[in-house]
């Protein structure tokens, strides 16, 4: 028996496929390389808390800790018809949200699709696509024939060094995106001057992380939200955060007690301290256009999650153990399997999991597949999606304890594929809450599913914006 089978495999223990000694082995080795471990959660709970410290002393640090410039929380009583826009996502959202007071809302939105040429081309062509895109919008809505400016909350869900509300320098690009001329610019001046240009009426009123909006729209309905977190194409979360503990704040004295931090935790652990990546993990890495850069937004979110899986069935696949060594044209592109179909394969309850057979030979067009190869897939899907549950926990973790939350409770608010399609992992970073903090932060803290959340959010963060006195 190889020396790591010998190890206790405490989180996997259960491999029920069938197969051959060595497919057995592998499977084990493979859930292994996998594993965070109860104690594996601690330590990185514990460099989250000291990263978390370190981004609210000073600029620059890898938790990026950006005070949102959100004075107070919404009190559901807002009215008024107000825009957003919401960028970083799968698809550009244009909405126009009217509030009603009361909790009560109206959202009207349209979805355009944003080209990989555009992702990757000049900034300018994007923000005038984003202009012409607003533009079609208010055409169809007739709110083109307002006379005075529309206030529109603008969700760019990117990192963004803000300093003020409505102003912002774009740090780096995440999630497939990489258009030049834009790292280091203020992206709503850029965006004002795509609306200046077509003659748009419209006034970028604030720009808004989709974590913090989300955070905003949940606490319009329930007041004991604290965290606004984004579990989809990319990772991040947000919270409010006290103002004496925000040190290194130093845009003057402003009379809120506390603000809402948008934390960037997808760069947590870029310098590798904590967190064990397989080669499965670091092959990824290595062949995205962000190598070394958003390492914990690697592990956890849909961008990704397929494409480390893929690299699991790839090595499988050359050591014969899967699919008789066969794999396909479509299999071997990168991105080619999507964290969608995880979600499929996982959540695949027939006896011969044929769902998943569907995936693998009529939309990967892997020549035939055995059951035991079918459970093998099921497997790896289980353990790249289970880790990811299990590092979000330590994420929520690390801010429920850094905020005194693990007795008090509080309402987290979710928004995000990932959380909302993939099978079981609402249960999984509950399971891992429960391993660091007991049985009964099950009843303190609530997960609560967001969705679309930032749209409304921003909408909000507009109307506050537009009426509070400017930092
Ligand atoms: C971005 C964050 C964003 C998150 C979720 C990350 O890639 O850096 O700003 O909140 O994705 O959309």
């Known amino acids: 028996m190889s020396a790591w089978l010998s190890r206790k495999v405490s989180a996997f223990t259960i491999h029920d496929v069938d197969g051959s000694e060595a497919q057995k082995e592998a499977v084990n080795y493979i859930a292994k390389e996998f594993e965070v471990s109860t104690e594996n959660l601690r330590t990185i709970v514990k460099q989250f808390n000291e990263d ?4 609210l002393q000073r600029h620059g640090a890898t938790v990026a800790m950006i005070p949102s410039f959100v004075q107070g929380r919404p009190t559901g009583q807002e009215k008024g018809k107000y825009l957003a826009l919401d960028l970083g996502g799968t698809n550009l959202r244009v909405c126009e949200v009217n509030l009603l007071g009361d909790s009560k809302v109206t959202i009207h939105q349209q979805k355009f699709v944003v080209s990989n040429e555009l992702k990757t081309g000049e900034m300018r062509h994007l923000c005038d696509y984003i202009a012409d895109c607003v533009d079609s919008f208010l055409t169809e809505n007739g ?3 307002l006379d005075s400016d529309l206030q529109l909350g603008f969700t760019f869900s990117f990192p963004v060094n803000q300093t003020a509300i409505n102003r912002g320098t774009l740090m780096q690009w995440t999630k497939g995106f990489d258009c030049h001329g834009a790292i280091g610019k203020d992206v709503v001046i850029m965006l004002q001057d795509s609306f200046r240009r077509k003659n748009l009426n419209v006034n970028i009123a604030a720009i808004v992380n989709d974590t913090v909006g989300t955070l905003m729209a949940n606490g319009y309905r329930d007041p004991k939200s604290h965290m606004g977190v984004i579990l989809g194409t990319g990772t991040n979360a947000a919270y409010y955060e006290k103002m004496e503990k925000i040190l290194k704040w130093d845009h003057g004295e402003i009379n809120v ?23 499965y993990d670091n092959k990824l890495d290595r062949e995205s256009i962000n190598p070394r850069f958003q390492i914990y937004e690697k592990l956890i979110s849909g961008m990704y999650l397929g494409e480390i899986a893929r690299n699991v069935l790839l090595h499988l696949i050359d050591r014969t153990l899967l699919f008789n060594g066969l794999s396909s044209i479509d299999l071997n592109k990168q991105w080619s399997f999507e964290t ?3 979600s499929t394969i996982e959540a695949d309850a027939t006896q011969d999991l044929s769902d998943t057979q569907h995936v693998l030979e009529s939309i990967l067009a892997i020549p035939t597949t055995t059951l035991i190869d079918r ?11 289970v880790r990811a549950a299990r590092l979000s926990a330590a994420g929520l973790g690390a801010v429920l304890s850094h905020c005194n939350k693990v007795e008090e409770g509080c309402t987290i608010a979710i928004d995000g594929s990932v959380f909302e399609f993939y099978p079981n992992f609402a249960d999984n970073m509950m399971a891992g809450l429960k391993e660091l903090f007991g049985d009964q932060i099950e009843n303190k803290v609530k997960f609560s599913l967001a969705r679309d959340g930032s749209g409304l959010g921003a909408a909000v963060i507009a109307m506050m914006a537009h009426n509070a006195p400017k930092i």
């Not at 978390?52 to 981004?55: A, L, R």
């Not at 007690?257 to 080669?279: C, K, Q, S, Y």
């Not at 093998?376 to 999606?385: A, S, T, Y």
């Open 143 to 145: 709110s083109d024939k």
């Open 375 to 385: 459970q093998i897939v099921k497997k790896v899907c289980e353990f790249v999606g």
């Open 52 to 55: 978390i410290d370190k981004g």
């Open 340 to 342: 969608a179909y995880m």
């Open 257 to 279: 007690p506390e603000m809402a931090v948008n934390m960037e935790w997808g760069a947590f652990d870029n310098e590798r301290r904590v967190i064990h990546l397989t080669p």
